[in-house]
């Protein structure tokens, strides 16, 4: 649920950005920081898309994701918790290497890309805590957690 | 003990159920209130207005760079810094319609008065770059050309951004000569910072920043925004 969670809140913010980055806003709400400065340097973009369109790619992905894994049918699914792990970490450190872009080379903070990289870094760490906790009750490490779960 | 164990399981799934109902619950709302923010975003005014105390004559004419015809019934004062984002975006999304529309058809004229910020380090390099080729008349040219390449040579970009200068004017086929020796003299940077006094004096805030009929709008305008402007500006302009 957390997972859920954070990433339509991740969601919201990458769309926010790439309202921005295609003109529908025409300023961001950015009190702390440049966001603007950051939003249209050259590492704005990524492949020919805005980085911030990306992101909304990734949010969607692992929203739709954790929404299946909430489903009792994929309750305590390990491929969608290796799933969930395996975007959210590409993610992280998608975000790190941004968040050092800004630092170290623009020179400019953008708060809004700030709230993004700490969502997709908790969502990670909640995505790694479940697959540990799935991986722990998977079927064939407990025989009385498999009579359970196929009882479900 | 079997009849015991299947109702503990329905208050289970029953409790199951019903958490993951207060979920989506949860979930829908923050999607219809983060859409909401984002509508109220997306329709909020670019612009904000102020009044702005402009009596005629209080800008000589030889002042900034104009474009458009001397004799169009309005106005447009201008101040942008070549290093804003906002500005870049202004100039190169709506601007081209603008002119085309506006300026092109007699219906108003603009002046561009240089307003460097010191966030900035390269945008005084751009301000003097233009100014340069203003002496041969190909101010508007390199105007575009900077805005178009921000990105390049913008302080996050680059330290040294005189070789992207140098790099549109040849683009231009300016007279690199006298380009060049007006560009390393930084002949025209009082006249650059003097243009930003007077958007100091006129309290300019931010930038873009477009005075209007009297008005000060700080902001970037969409082009419909910045027709009705017009419009509303001509309807109030003394006939000439």
């Known amino acids: 649920m957390m997972v859920a969670t954070l990433s339509l809140l991740g969601l919201l913010v990458a769309l926010y950005l790439t309202l921005f980055k295609i003109g529908v806003i025409g300023e961001l709400t950015c009190r702390i920081g440049s966001c603007e400065t950051v939003n249209t340097s050259r ?33 305590g699914s390990r491929p969608v918790a290796v799933a969930l792990t395996g975007i959210a970490g590409a993610g992280t450190l998608f975000s790190a290497w941004l968040t050092y872009l800004e630092l170290a080379v623009i020179h400019a903070i953008c708060i809004w890309c700030v709230t993004s990289a700490v969502i997709i870094g908790t969502i990670f760490l909640v995505s790694v805590l479940d697959l540990r906790s799935v991986t722990a009750a998977r079927p064939d490490a407990d025989p009385e957690l498999a009579d359970a779960s196929t009882s479900n | 003990m079997d009849s015991g164990r299947g109702r503990r399981a329905n208050v289970v799934k029953q409790q199951r159920q019903s958490s993951m109902r207060n979920f989506y619950i949860l979930l829908g709302a923050v999607a219809v209130l983060g859409s909401a923010l984002l509508v109220y975003n997306g329709s909020r005014p670019k612009v904000q207005v102020t009044t702005v105390d402009l009596p005629p004559g209080s800008i000589s004419d030889a002042e900034g760079y104009r474009y458009g015809s001397a004799s169009a019934p309005v106005e447009v004062i201008e101040f942008a810094d070549f290093e804003c984002p906002g500005c870049a975006q202004w100039s190169t999304v709506v601007e081209p319609d603008v002119r085309k529309r506006i300026f092109d058809t007699g219906k108003a004229s603009l002046r561009f008065f240089d307003f460097p910020l010191e966030m900035h380090r390269n945008t005084l390099t751009a301000a003097n ?9 190909k101010f508007w040219e390199m105007h575009d050309r900077i805005f178009f390449g921000r990105a390049d040579w913008a302080t996050e970009s680059t330290s040294r951004p005189d070789k992207f200068m140098a790099s549109y004017a040849r683009e231009l086929s300016l007279d690199m000569g ?3 020796k007006c560009f390393d003299d930084r002949a025209h940077q009082a006249r650059i910072l003097g243009n930003k006094a007077q958007g100091i004096k006129l309290k300019v805030g931010q930038t873009p920043t477009f005075i209007i009929a009297g008005r000060m709008h700080a902001g970037g305008p969409s082009y419909d925004e910045f027709a009705a ?12």
């Open chain 1, 43 to 75: 590492w704005s973009m990524f492949l020919g898309l805005p980085v911030a369109a990306w992101g909304m790619a990734a949010y969607l992905v692992l929203l739709m994701l954790s929404l299946i894994g909430l489903q009792p049918r994929f309750d």
């Open chain 2, 129 to 137: 770059a233009a100014a340069c080729a203003a002496d041969q008349n």
């Open chain 2, 178 to 180: 006298r380009w060049q």
């Open chain 2, 229 to 240: 402007l017009i419009d509303s500006a001509t309807k109030a302009a003394p006939k000439r």
